[in-house]
């Protein structure tokens, strides 16, 4: 049982627009920024979006991030066959002291 | 290039240790925070432990999973972060990964933002 909530599946069609969820508590997203990831089981995990809504450098401005309350979401516009993968958001538990993680969501372009 | 890479991994038996590496280049190794993530089988993300950078005194924190069982190093004059796992459950099997963060921030603006390709330790008997 994940501390972050995320649905485990979304699925959308090439030039769509998704949107994947991730909601918390008081102790993590309700005090933190939050960071997503994406990633290819066997492959290292990729910084996507950080402090919620902050894209590094070289990730398209496809992926964008929000955060408001205790929930933060993904959105990714004009979906790319190359998009499918694992989606995993992540936020500091001032509580536990640590990283918490959704379970993640799987992205299937159809 | 920033590079990380984990290694380590095996087969062991429950009860057992290891110790993975995380080798890193093509950044100021001792300025990061080093963290280890793991990933079992089917499962999603799971935070393993992390320790900062010596400015910031080292300070090292585990999750509650691996408290006592862990402990996480780091050897700034050669760019390396270890884990070292004692008492080993079936439970530990993973891939493990390692990942540099940001350092200059506490809790909120804190990110990893490089991973390794991971290491697959296997605890059975």
């Known amino acids: 049982q994940s501390v972050l909530t995320q649905p485990p599946s979304a699925s959308g069609t090439p030039g769509q627009r998704v949107t994947i969820s991730c909601s918390g508590g008081?102790?993590?997203?309700?005090?933190?920024?939050v960071n997503w990831y994406q990633h290819l089981p066997g492959t290292a995990p990729k910084l996507l979006i950080h402090?919620?809504?902050q894209r590094p450098s070289g990730v398209p401005d496809r992926f964008s991030g929000s955060k408001s309350g205790t929930s933060a979401s993904l959105a990714i516009s004009g979906l790319q066959s190359e998009d499918e993968a694992d989606y995993y958001c992540?936020?500091?538990?001032?509580?536990?002291?640590?990283?918490?993680f959704g379970g993640g969501t799987k992205l299937t372009v159809l | 290039e920033v590079q990380l890479v984990e290694s380590g991994g095996g087969l062991a038996q429950p009860g057992r240790s290891l110790r993975l590496s995380c080798t890193t280049s093509?950044?100021?190794?001792?300025?990061?925070?080093m963290t280890w993530v793991r990933q079992a089988p089917g499962k999603g993300l799971e935070w393993v432990s992390f320790?900062?950078?010596?400015?910031?005194?080292?300070?090292?924190l585990y999750a509650a999973s691996v408290k006592g069982r862990f402990t996480i190093s780091r050897d700034d004059s050669k760019n390396i972060a270890y884990l070292q796992m004692n008492s080993l459950k079936t439970d530990d099997t993973a891939v493990y990964y390692c990942?540099?963060?940001?350092?200059?921030?506490w809790g909120s603006g804190r990110y990893a933002d490089y991973w390794g390709q991971g290491t697959l330790v296997t605890v059975s008997s």
């Open positions: 008081s102790s993590n997203i309700g005090r933190n920024t």
């Open positions: 320790i900062r950078s010596k400015v910031y005194g080292g300070t090292t």
């Open positions: 402090s919620s809504n």
């Open positions: 990942a540099r963060e940001n350092d200059n921030v």
């Open positions: 093509g950044f100021t190794f001792g300025d990061y925070a």
């Open positions: 992540a936020a500091w538990d001032d509580s536990l002291n640590g990283w918490v």
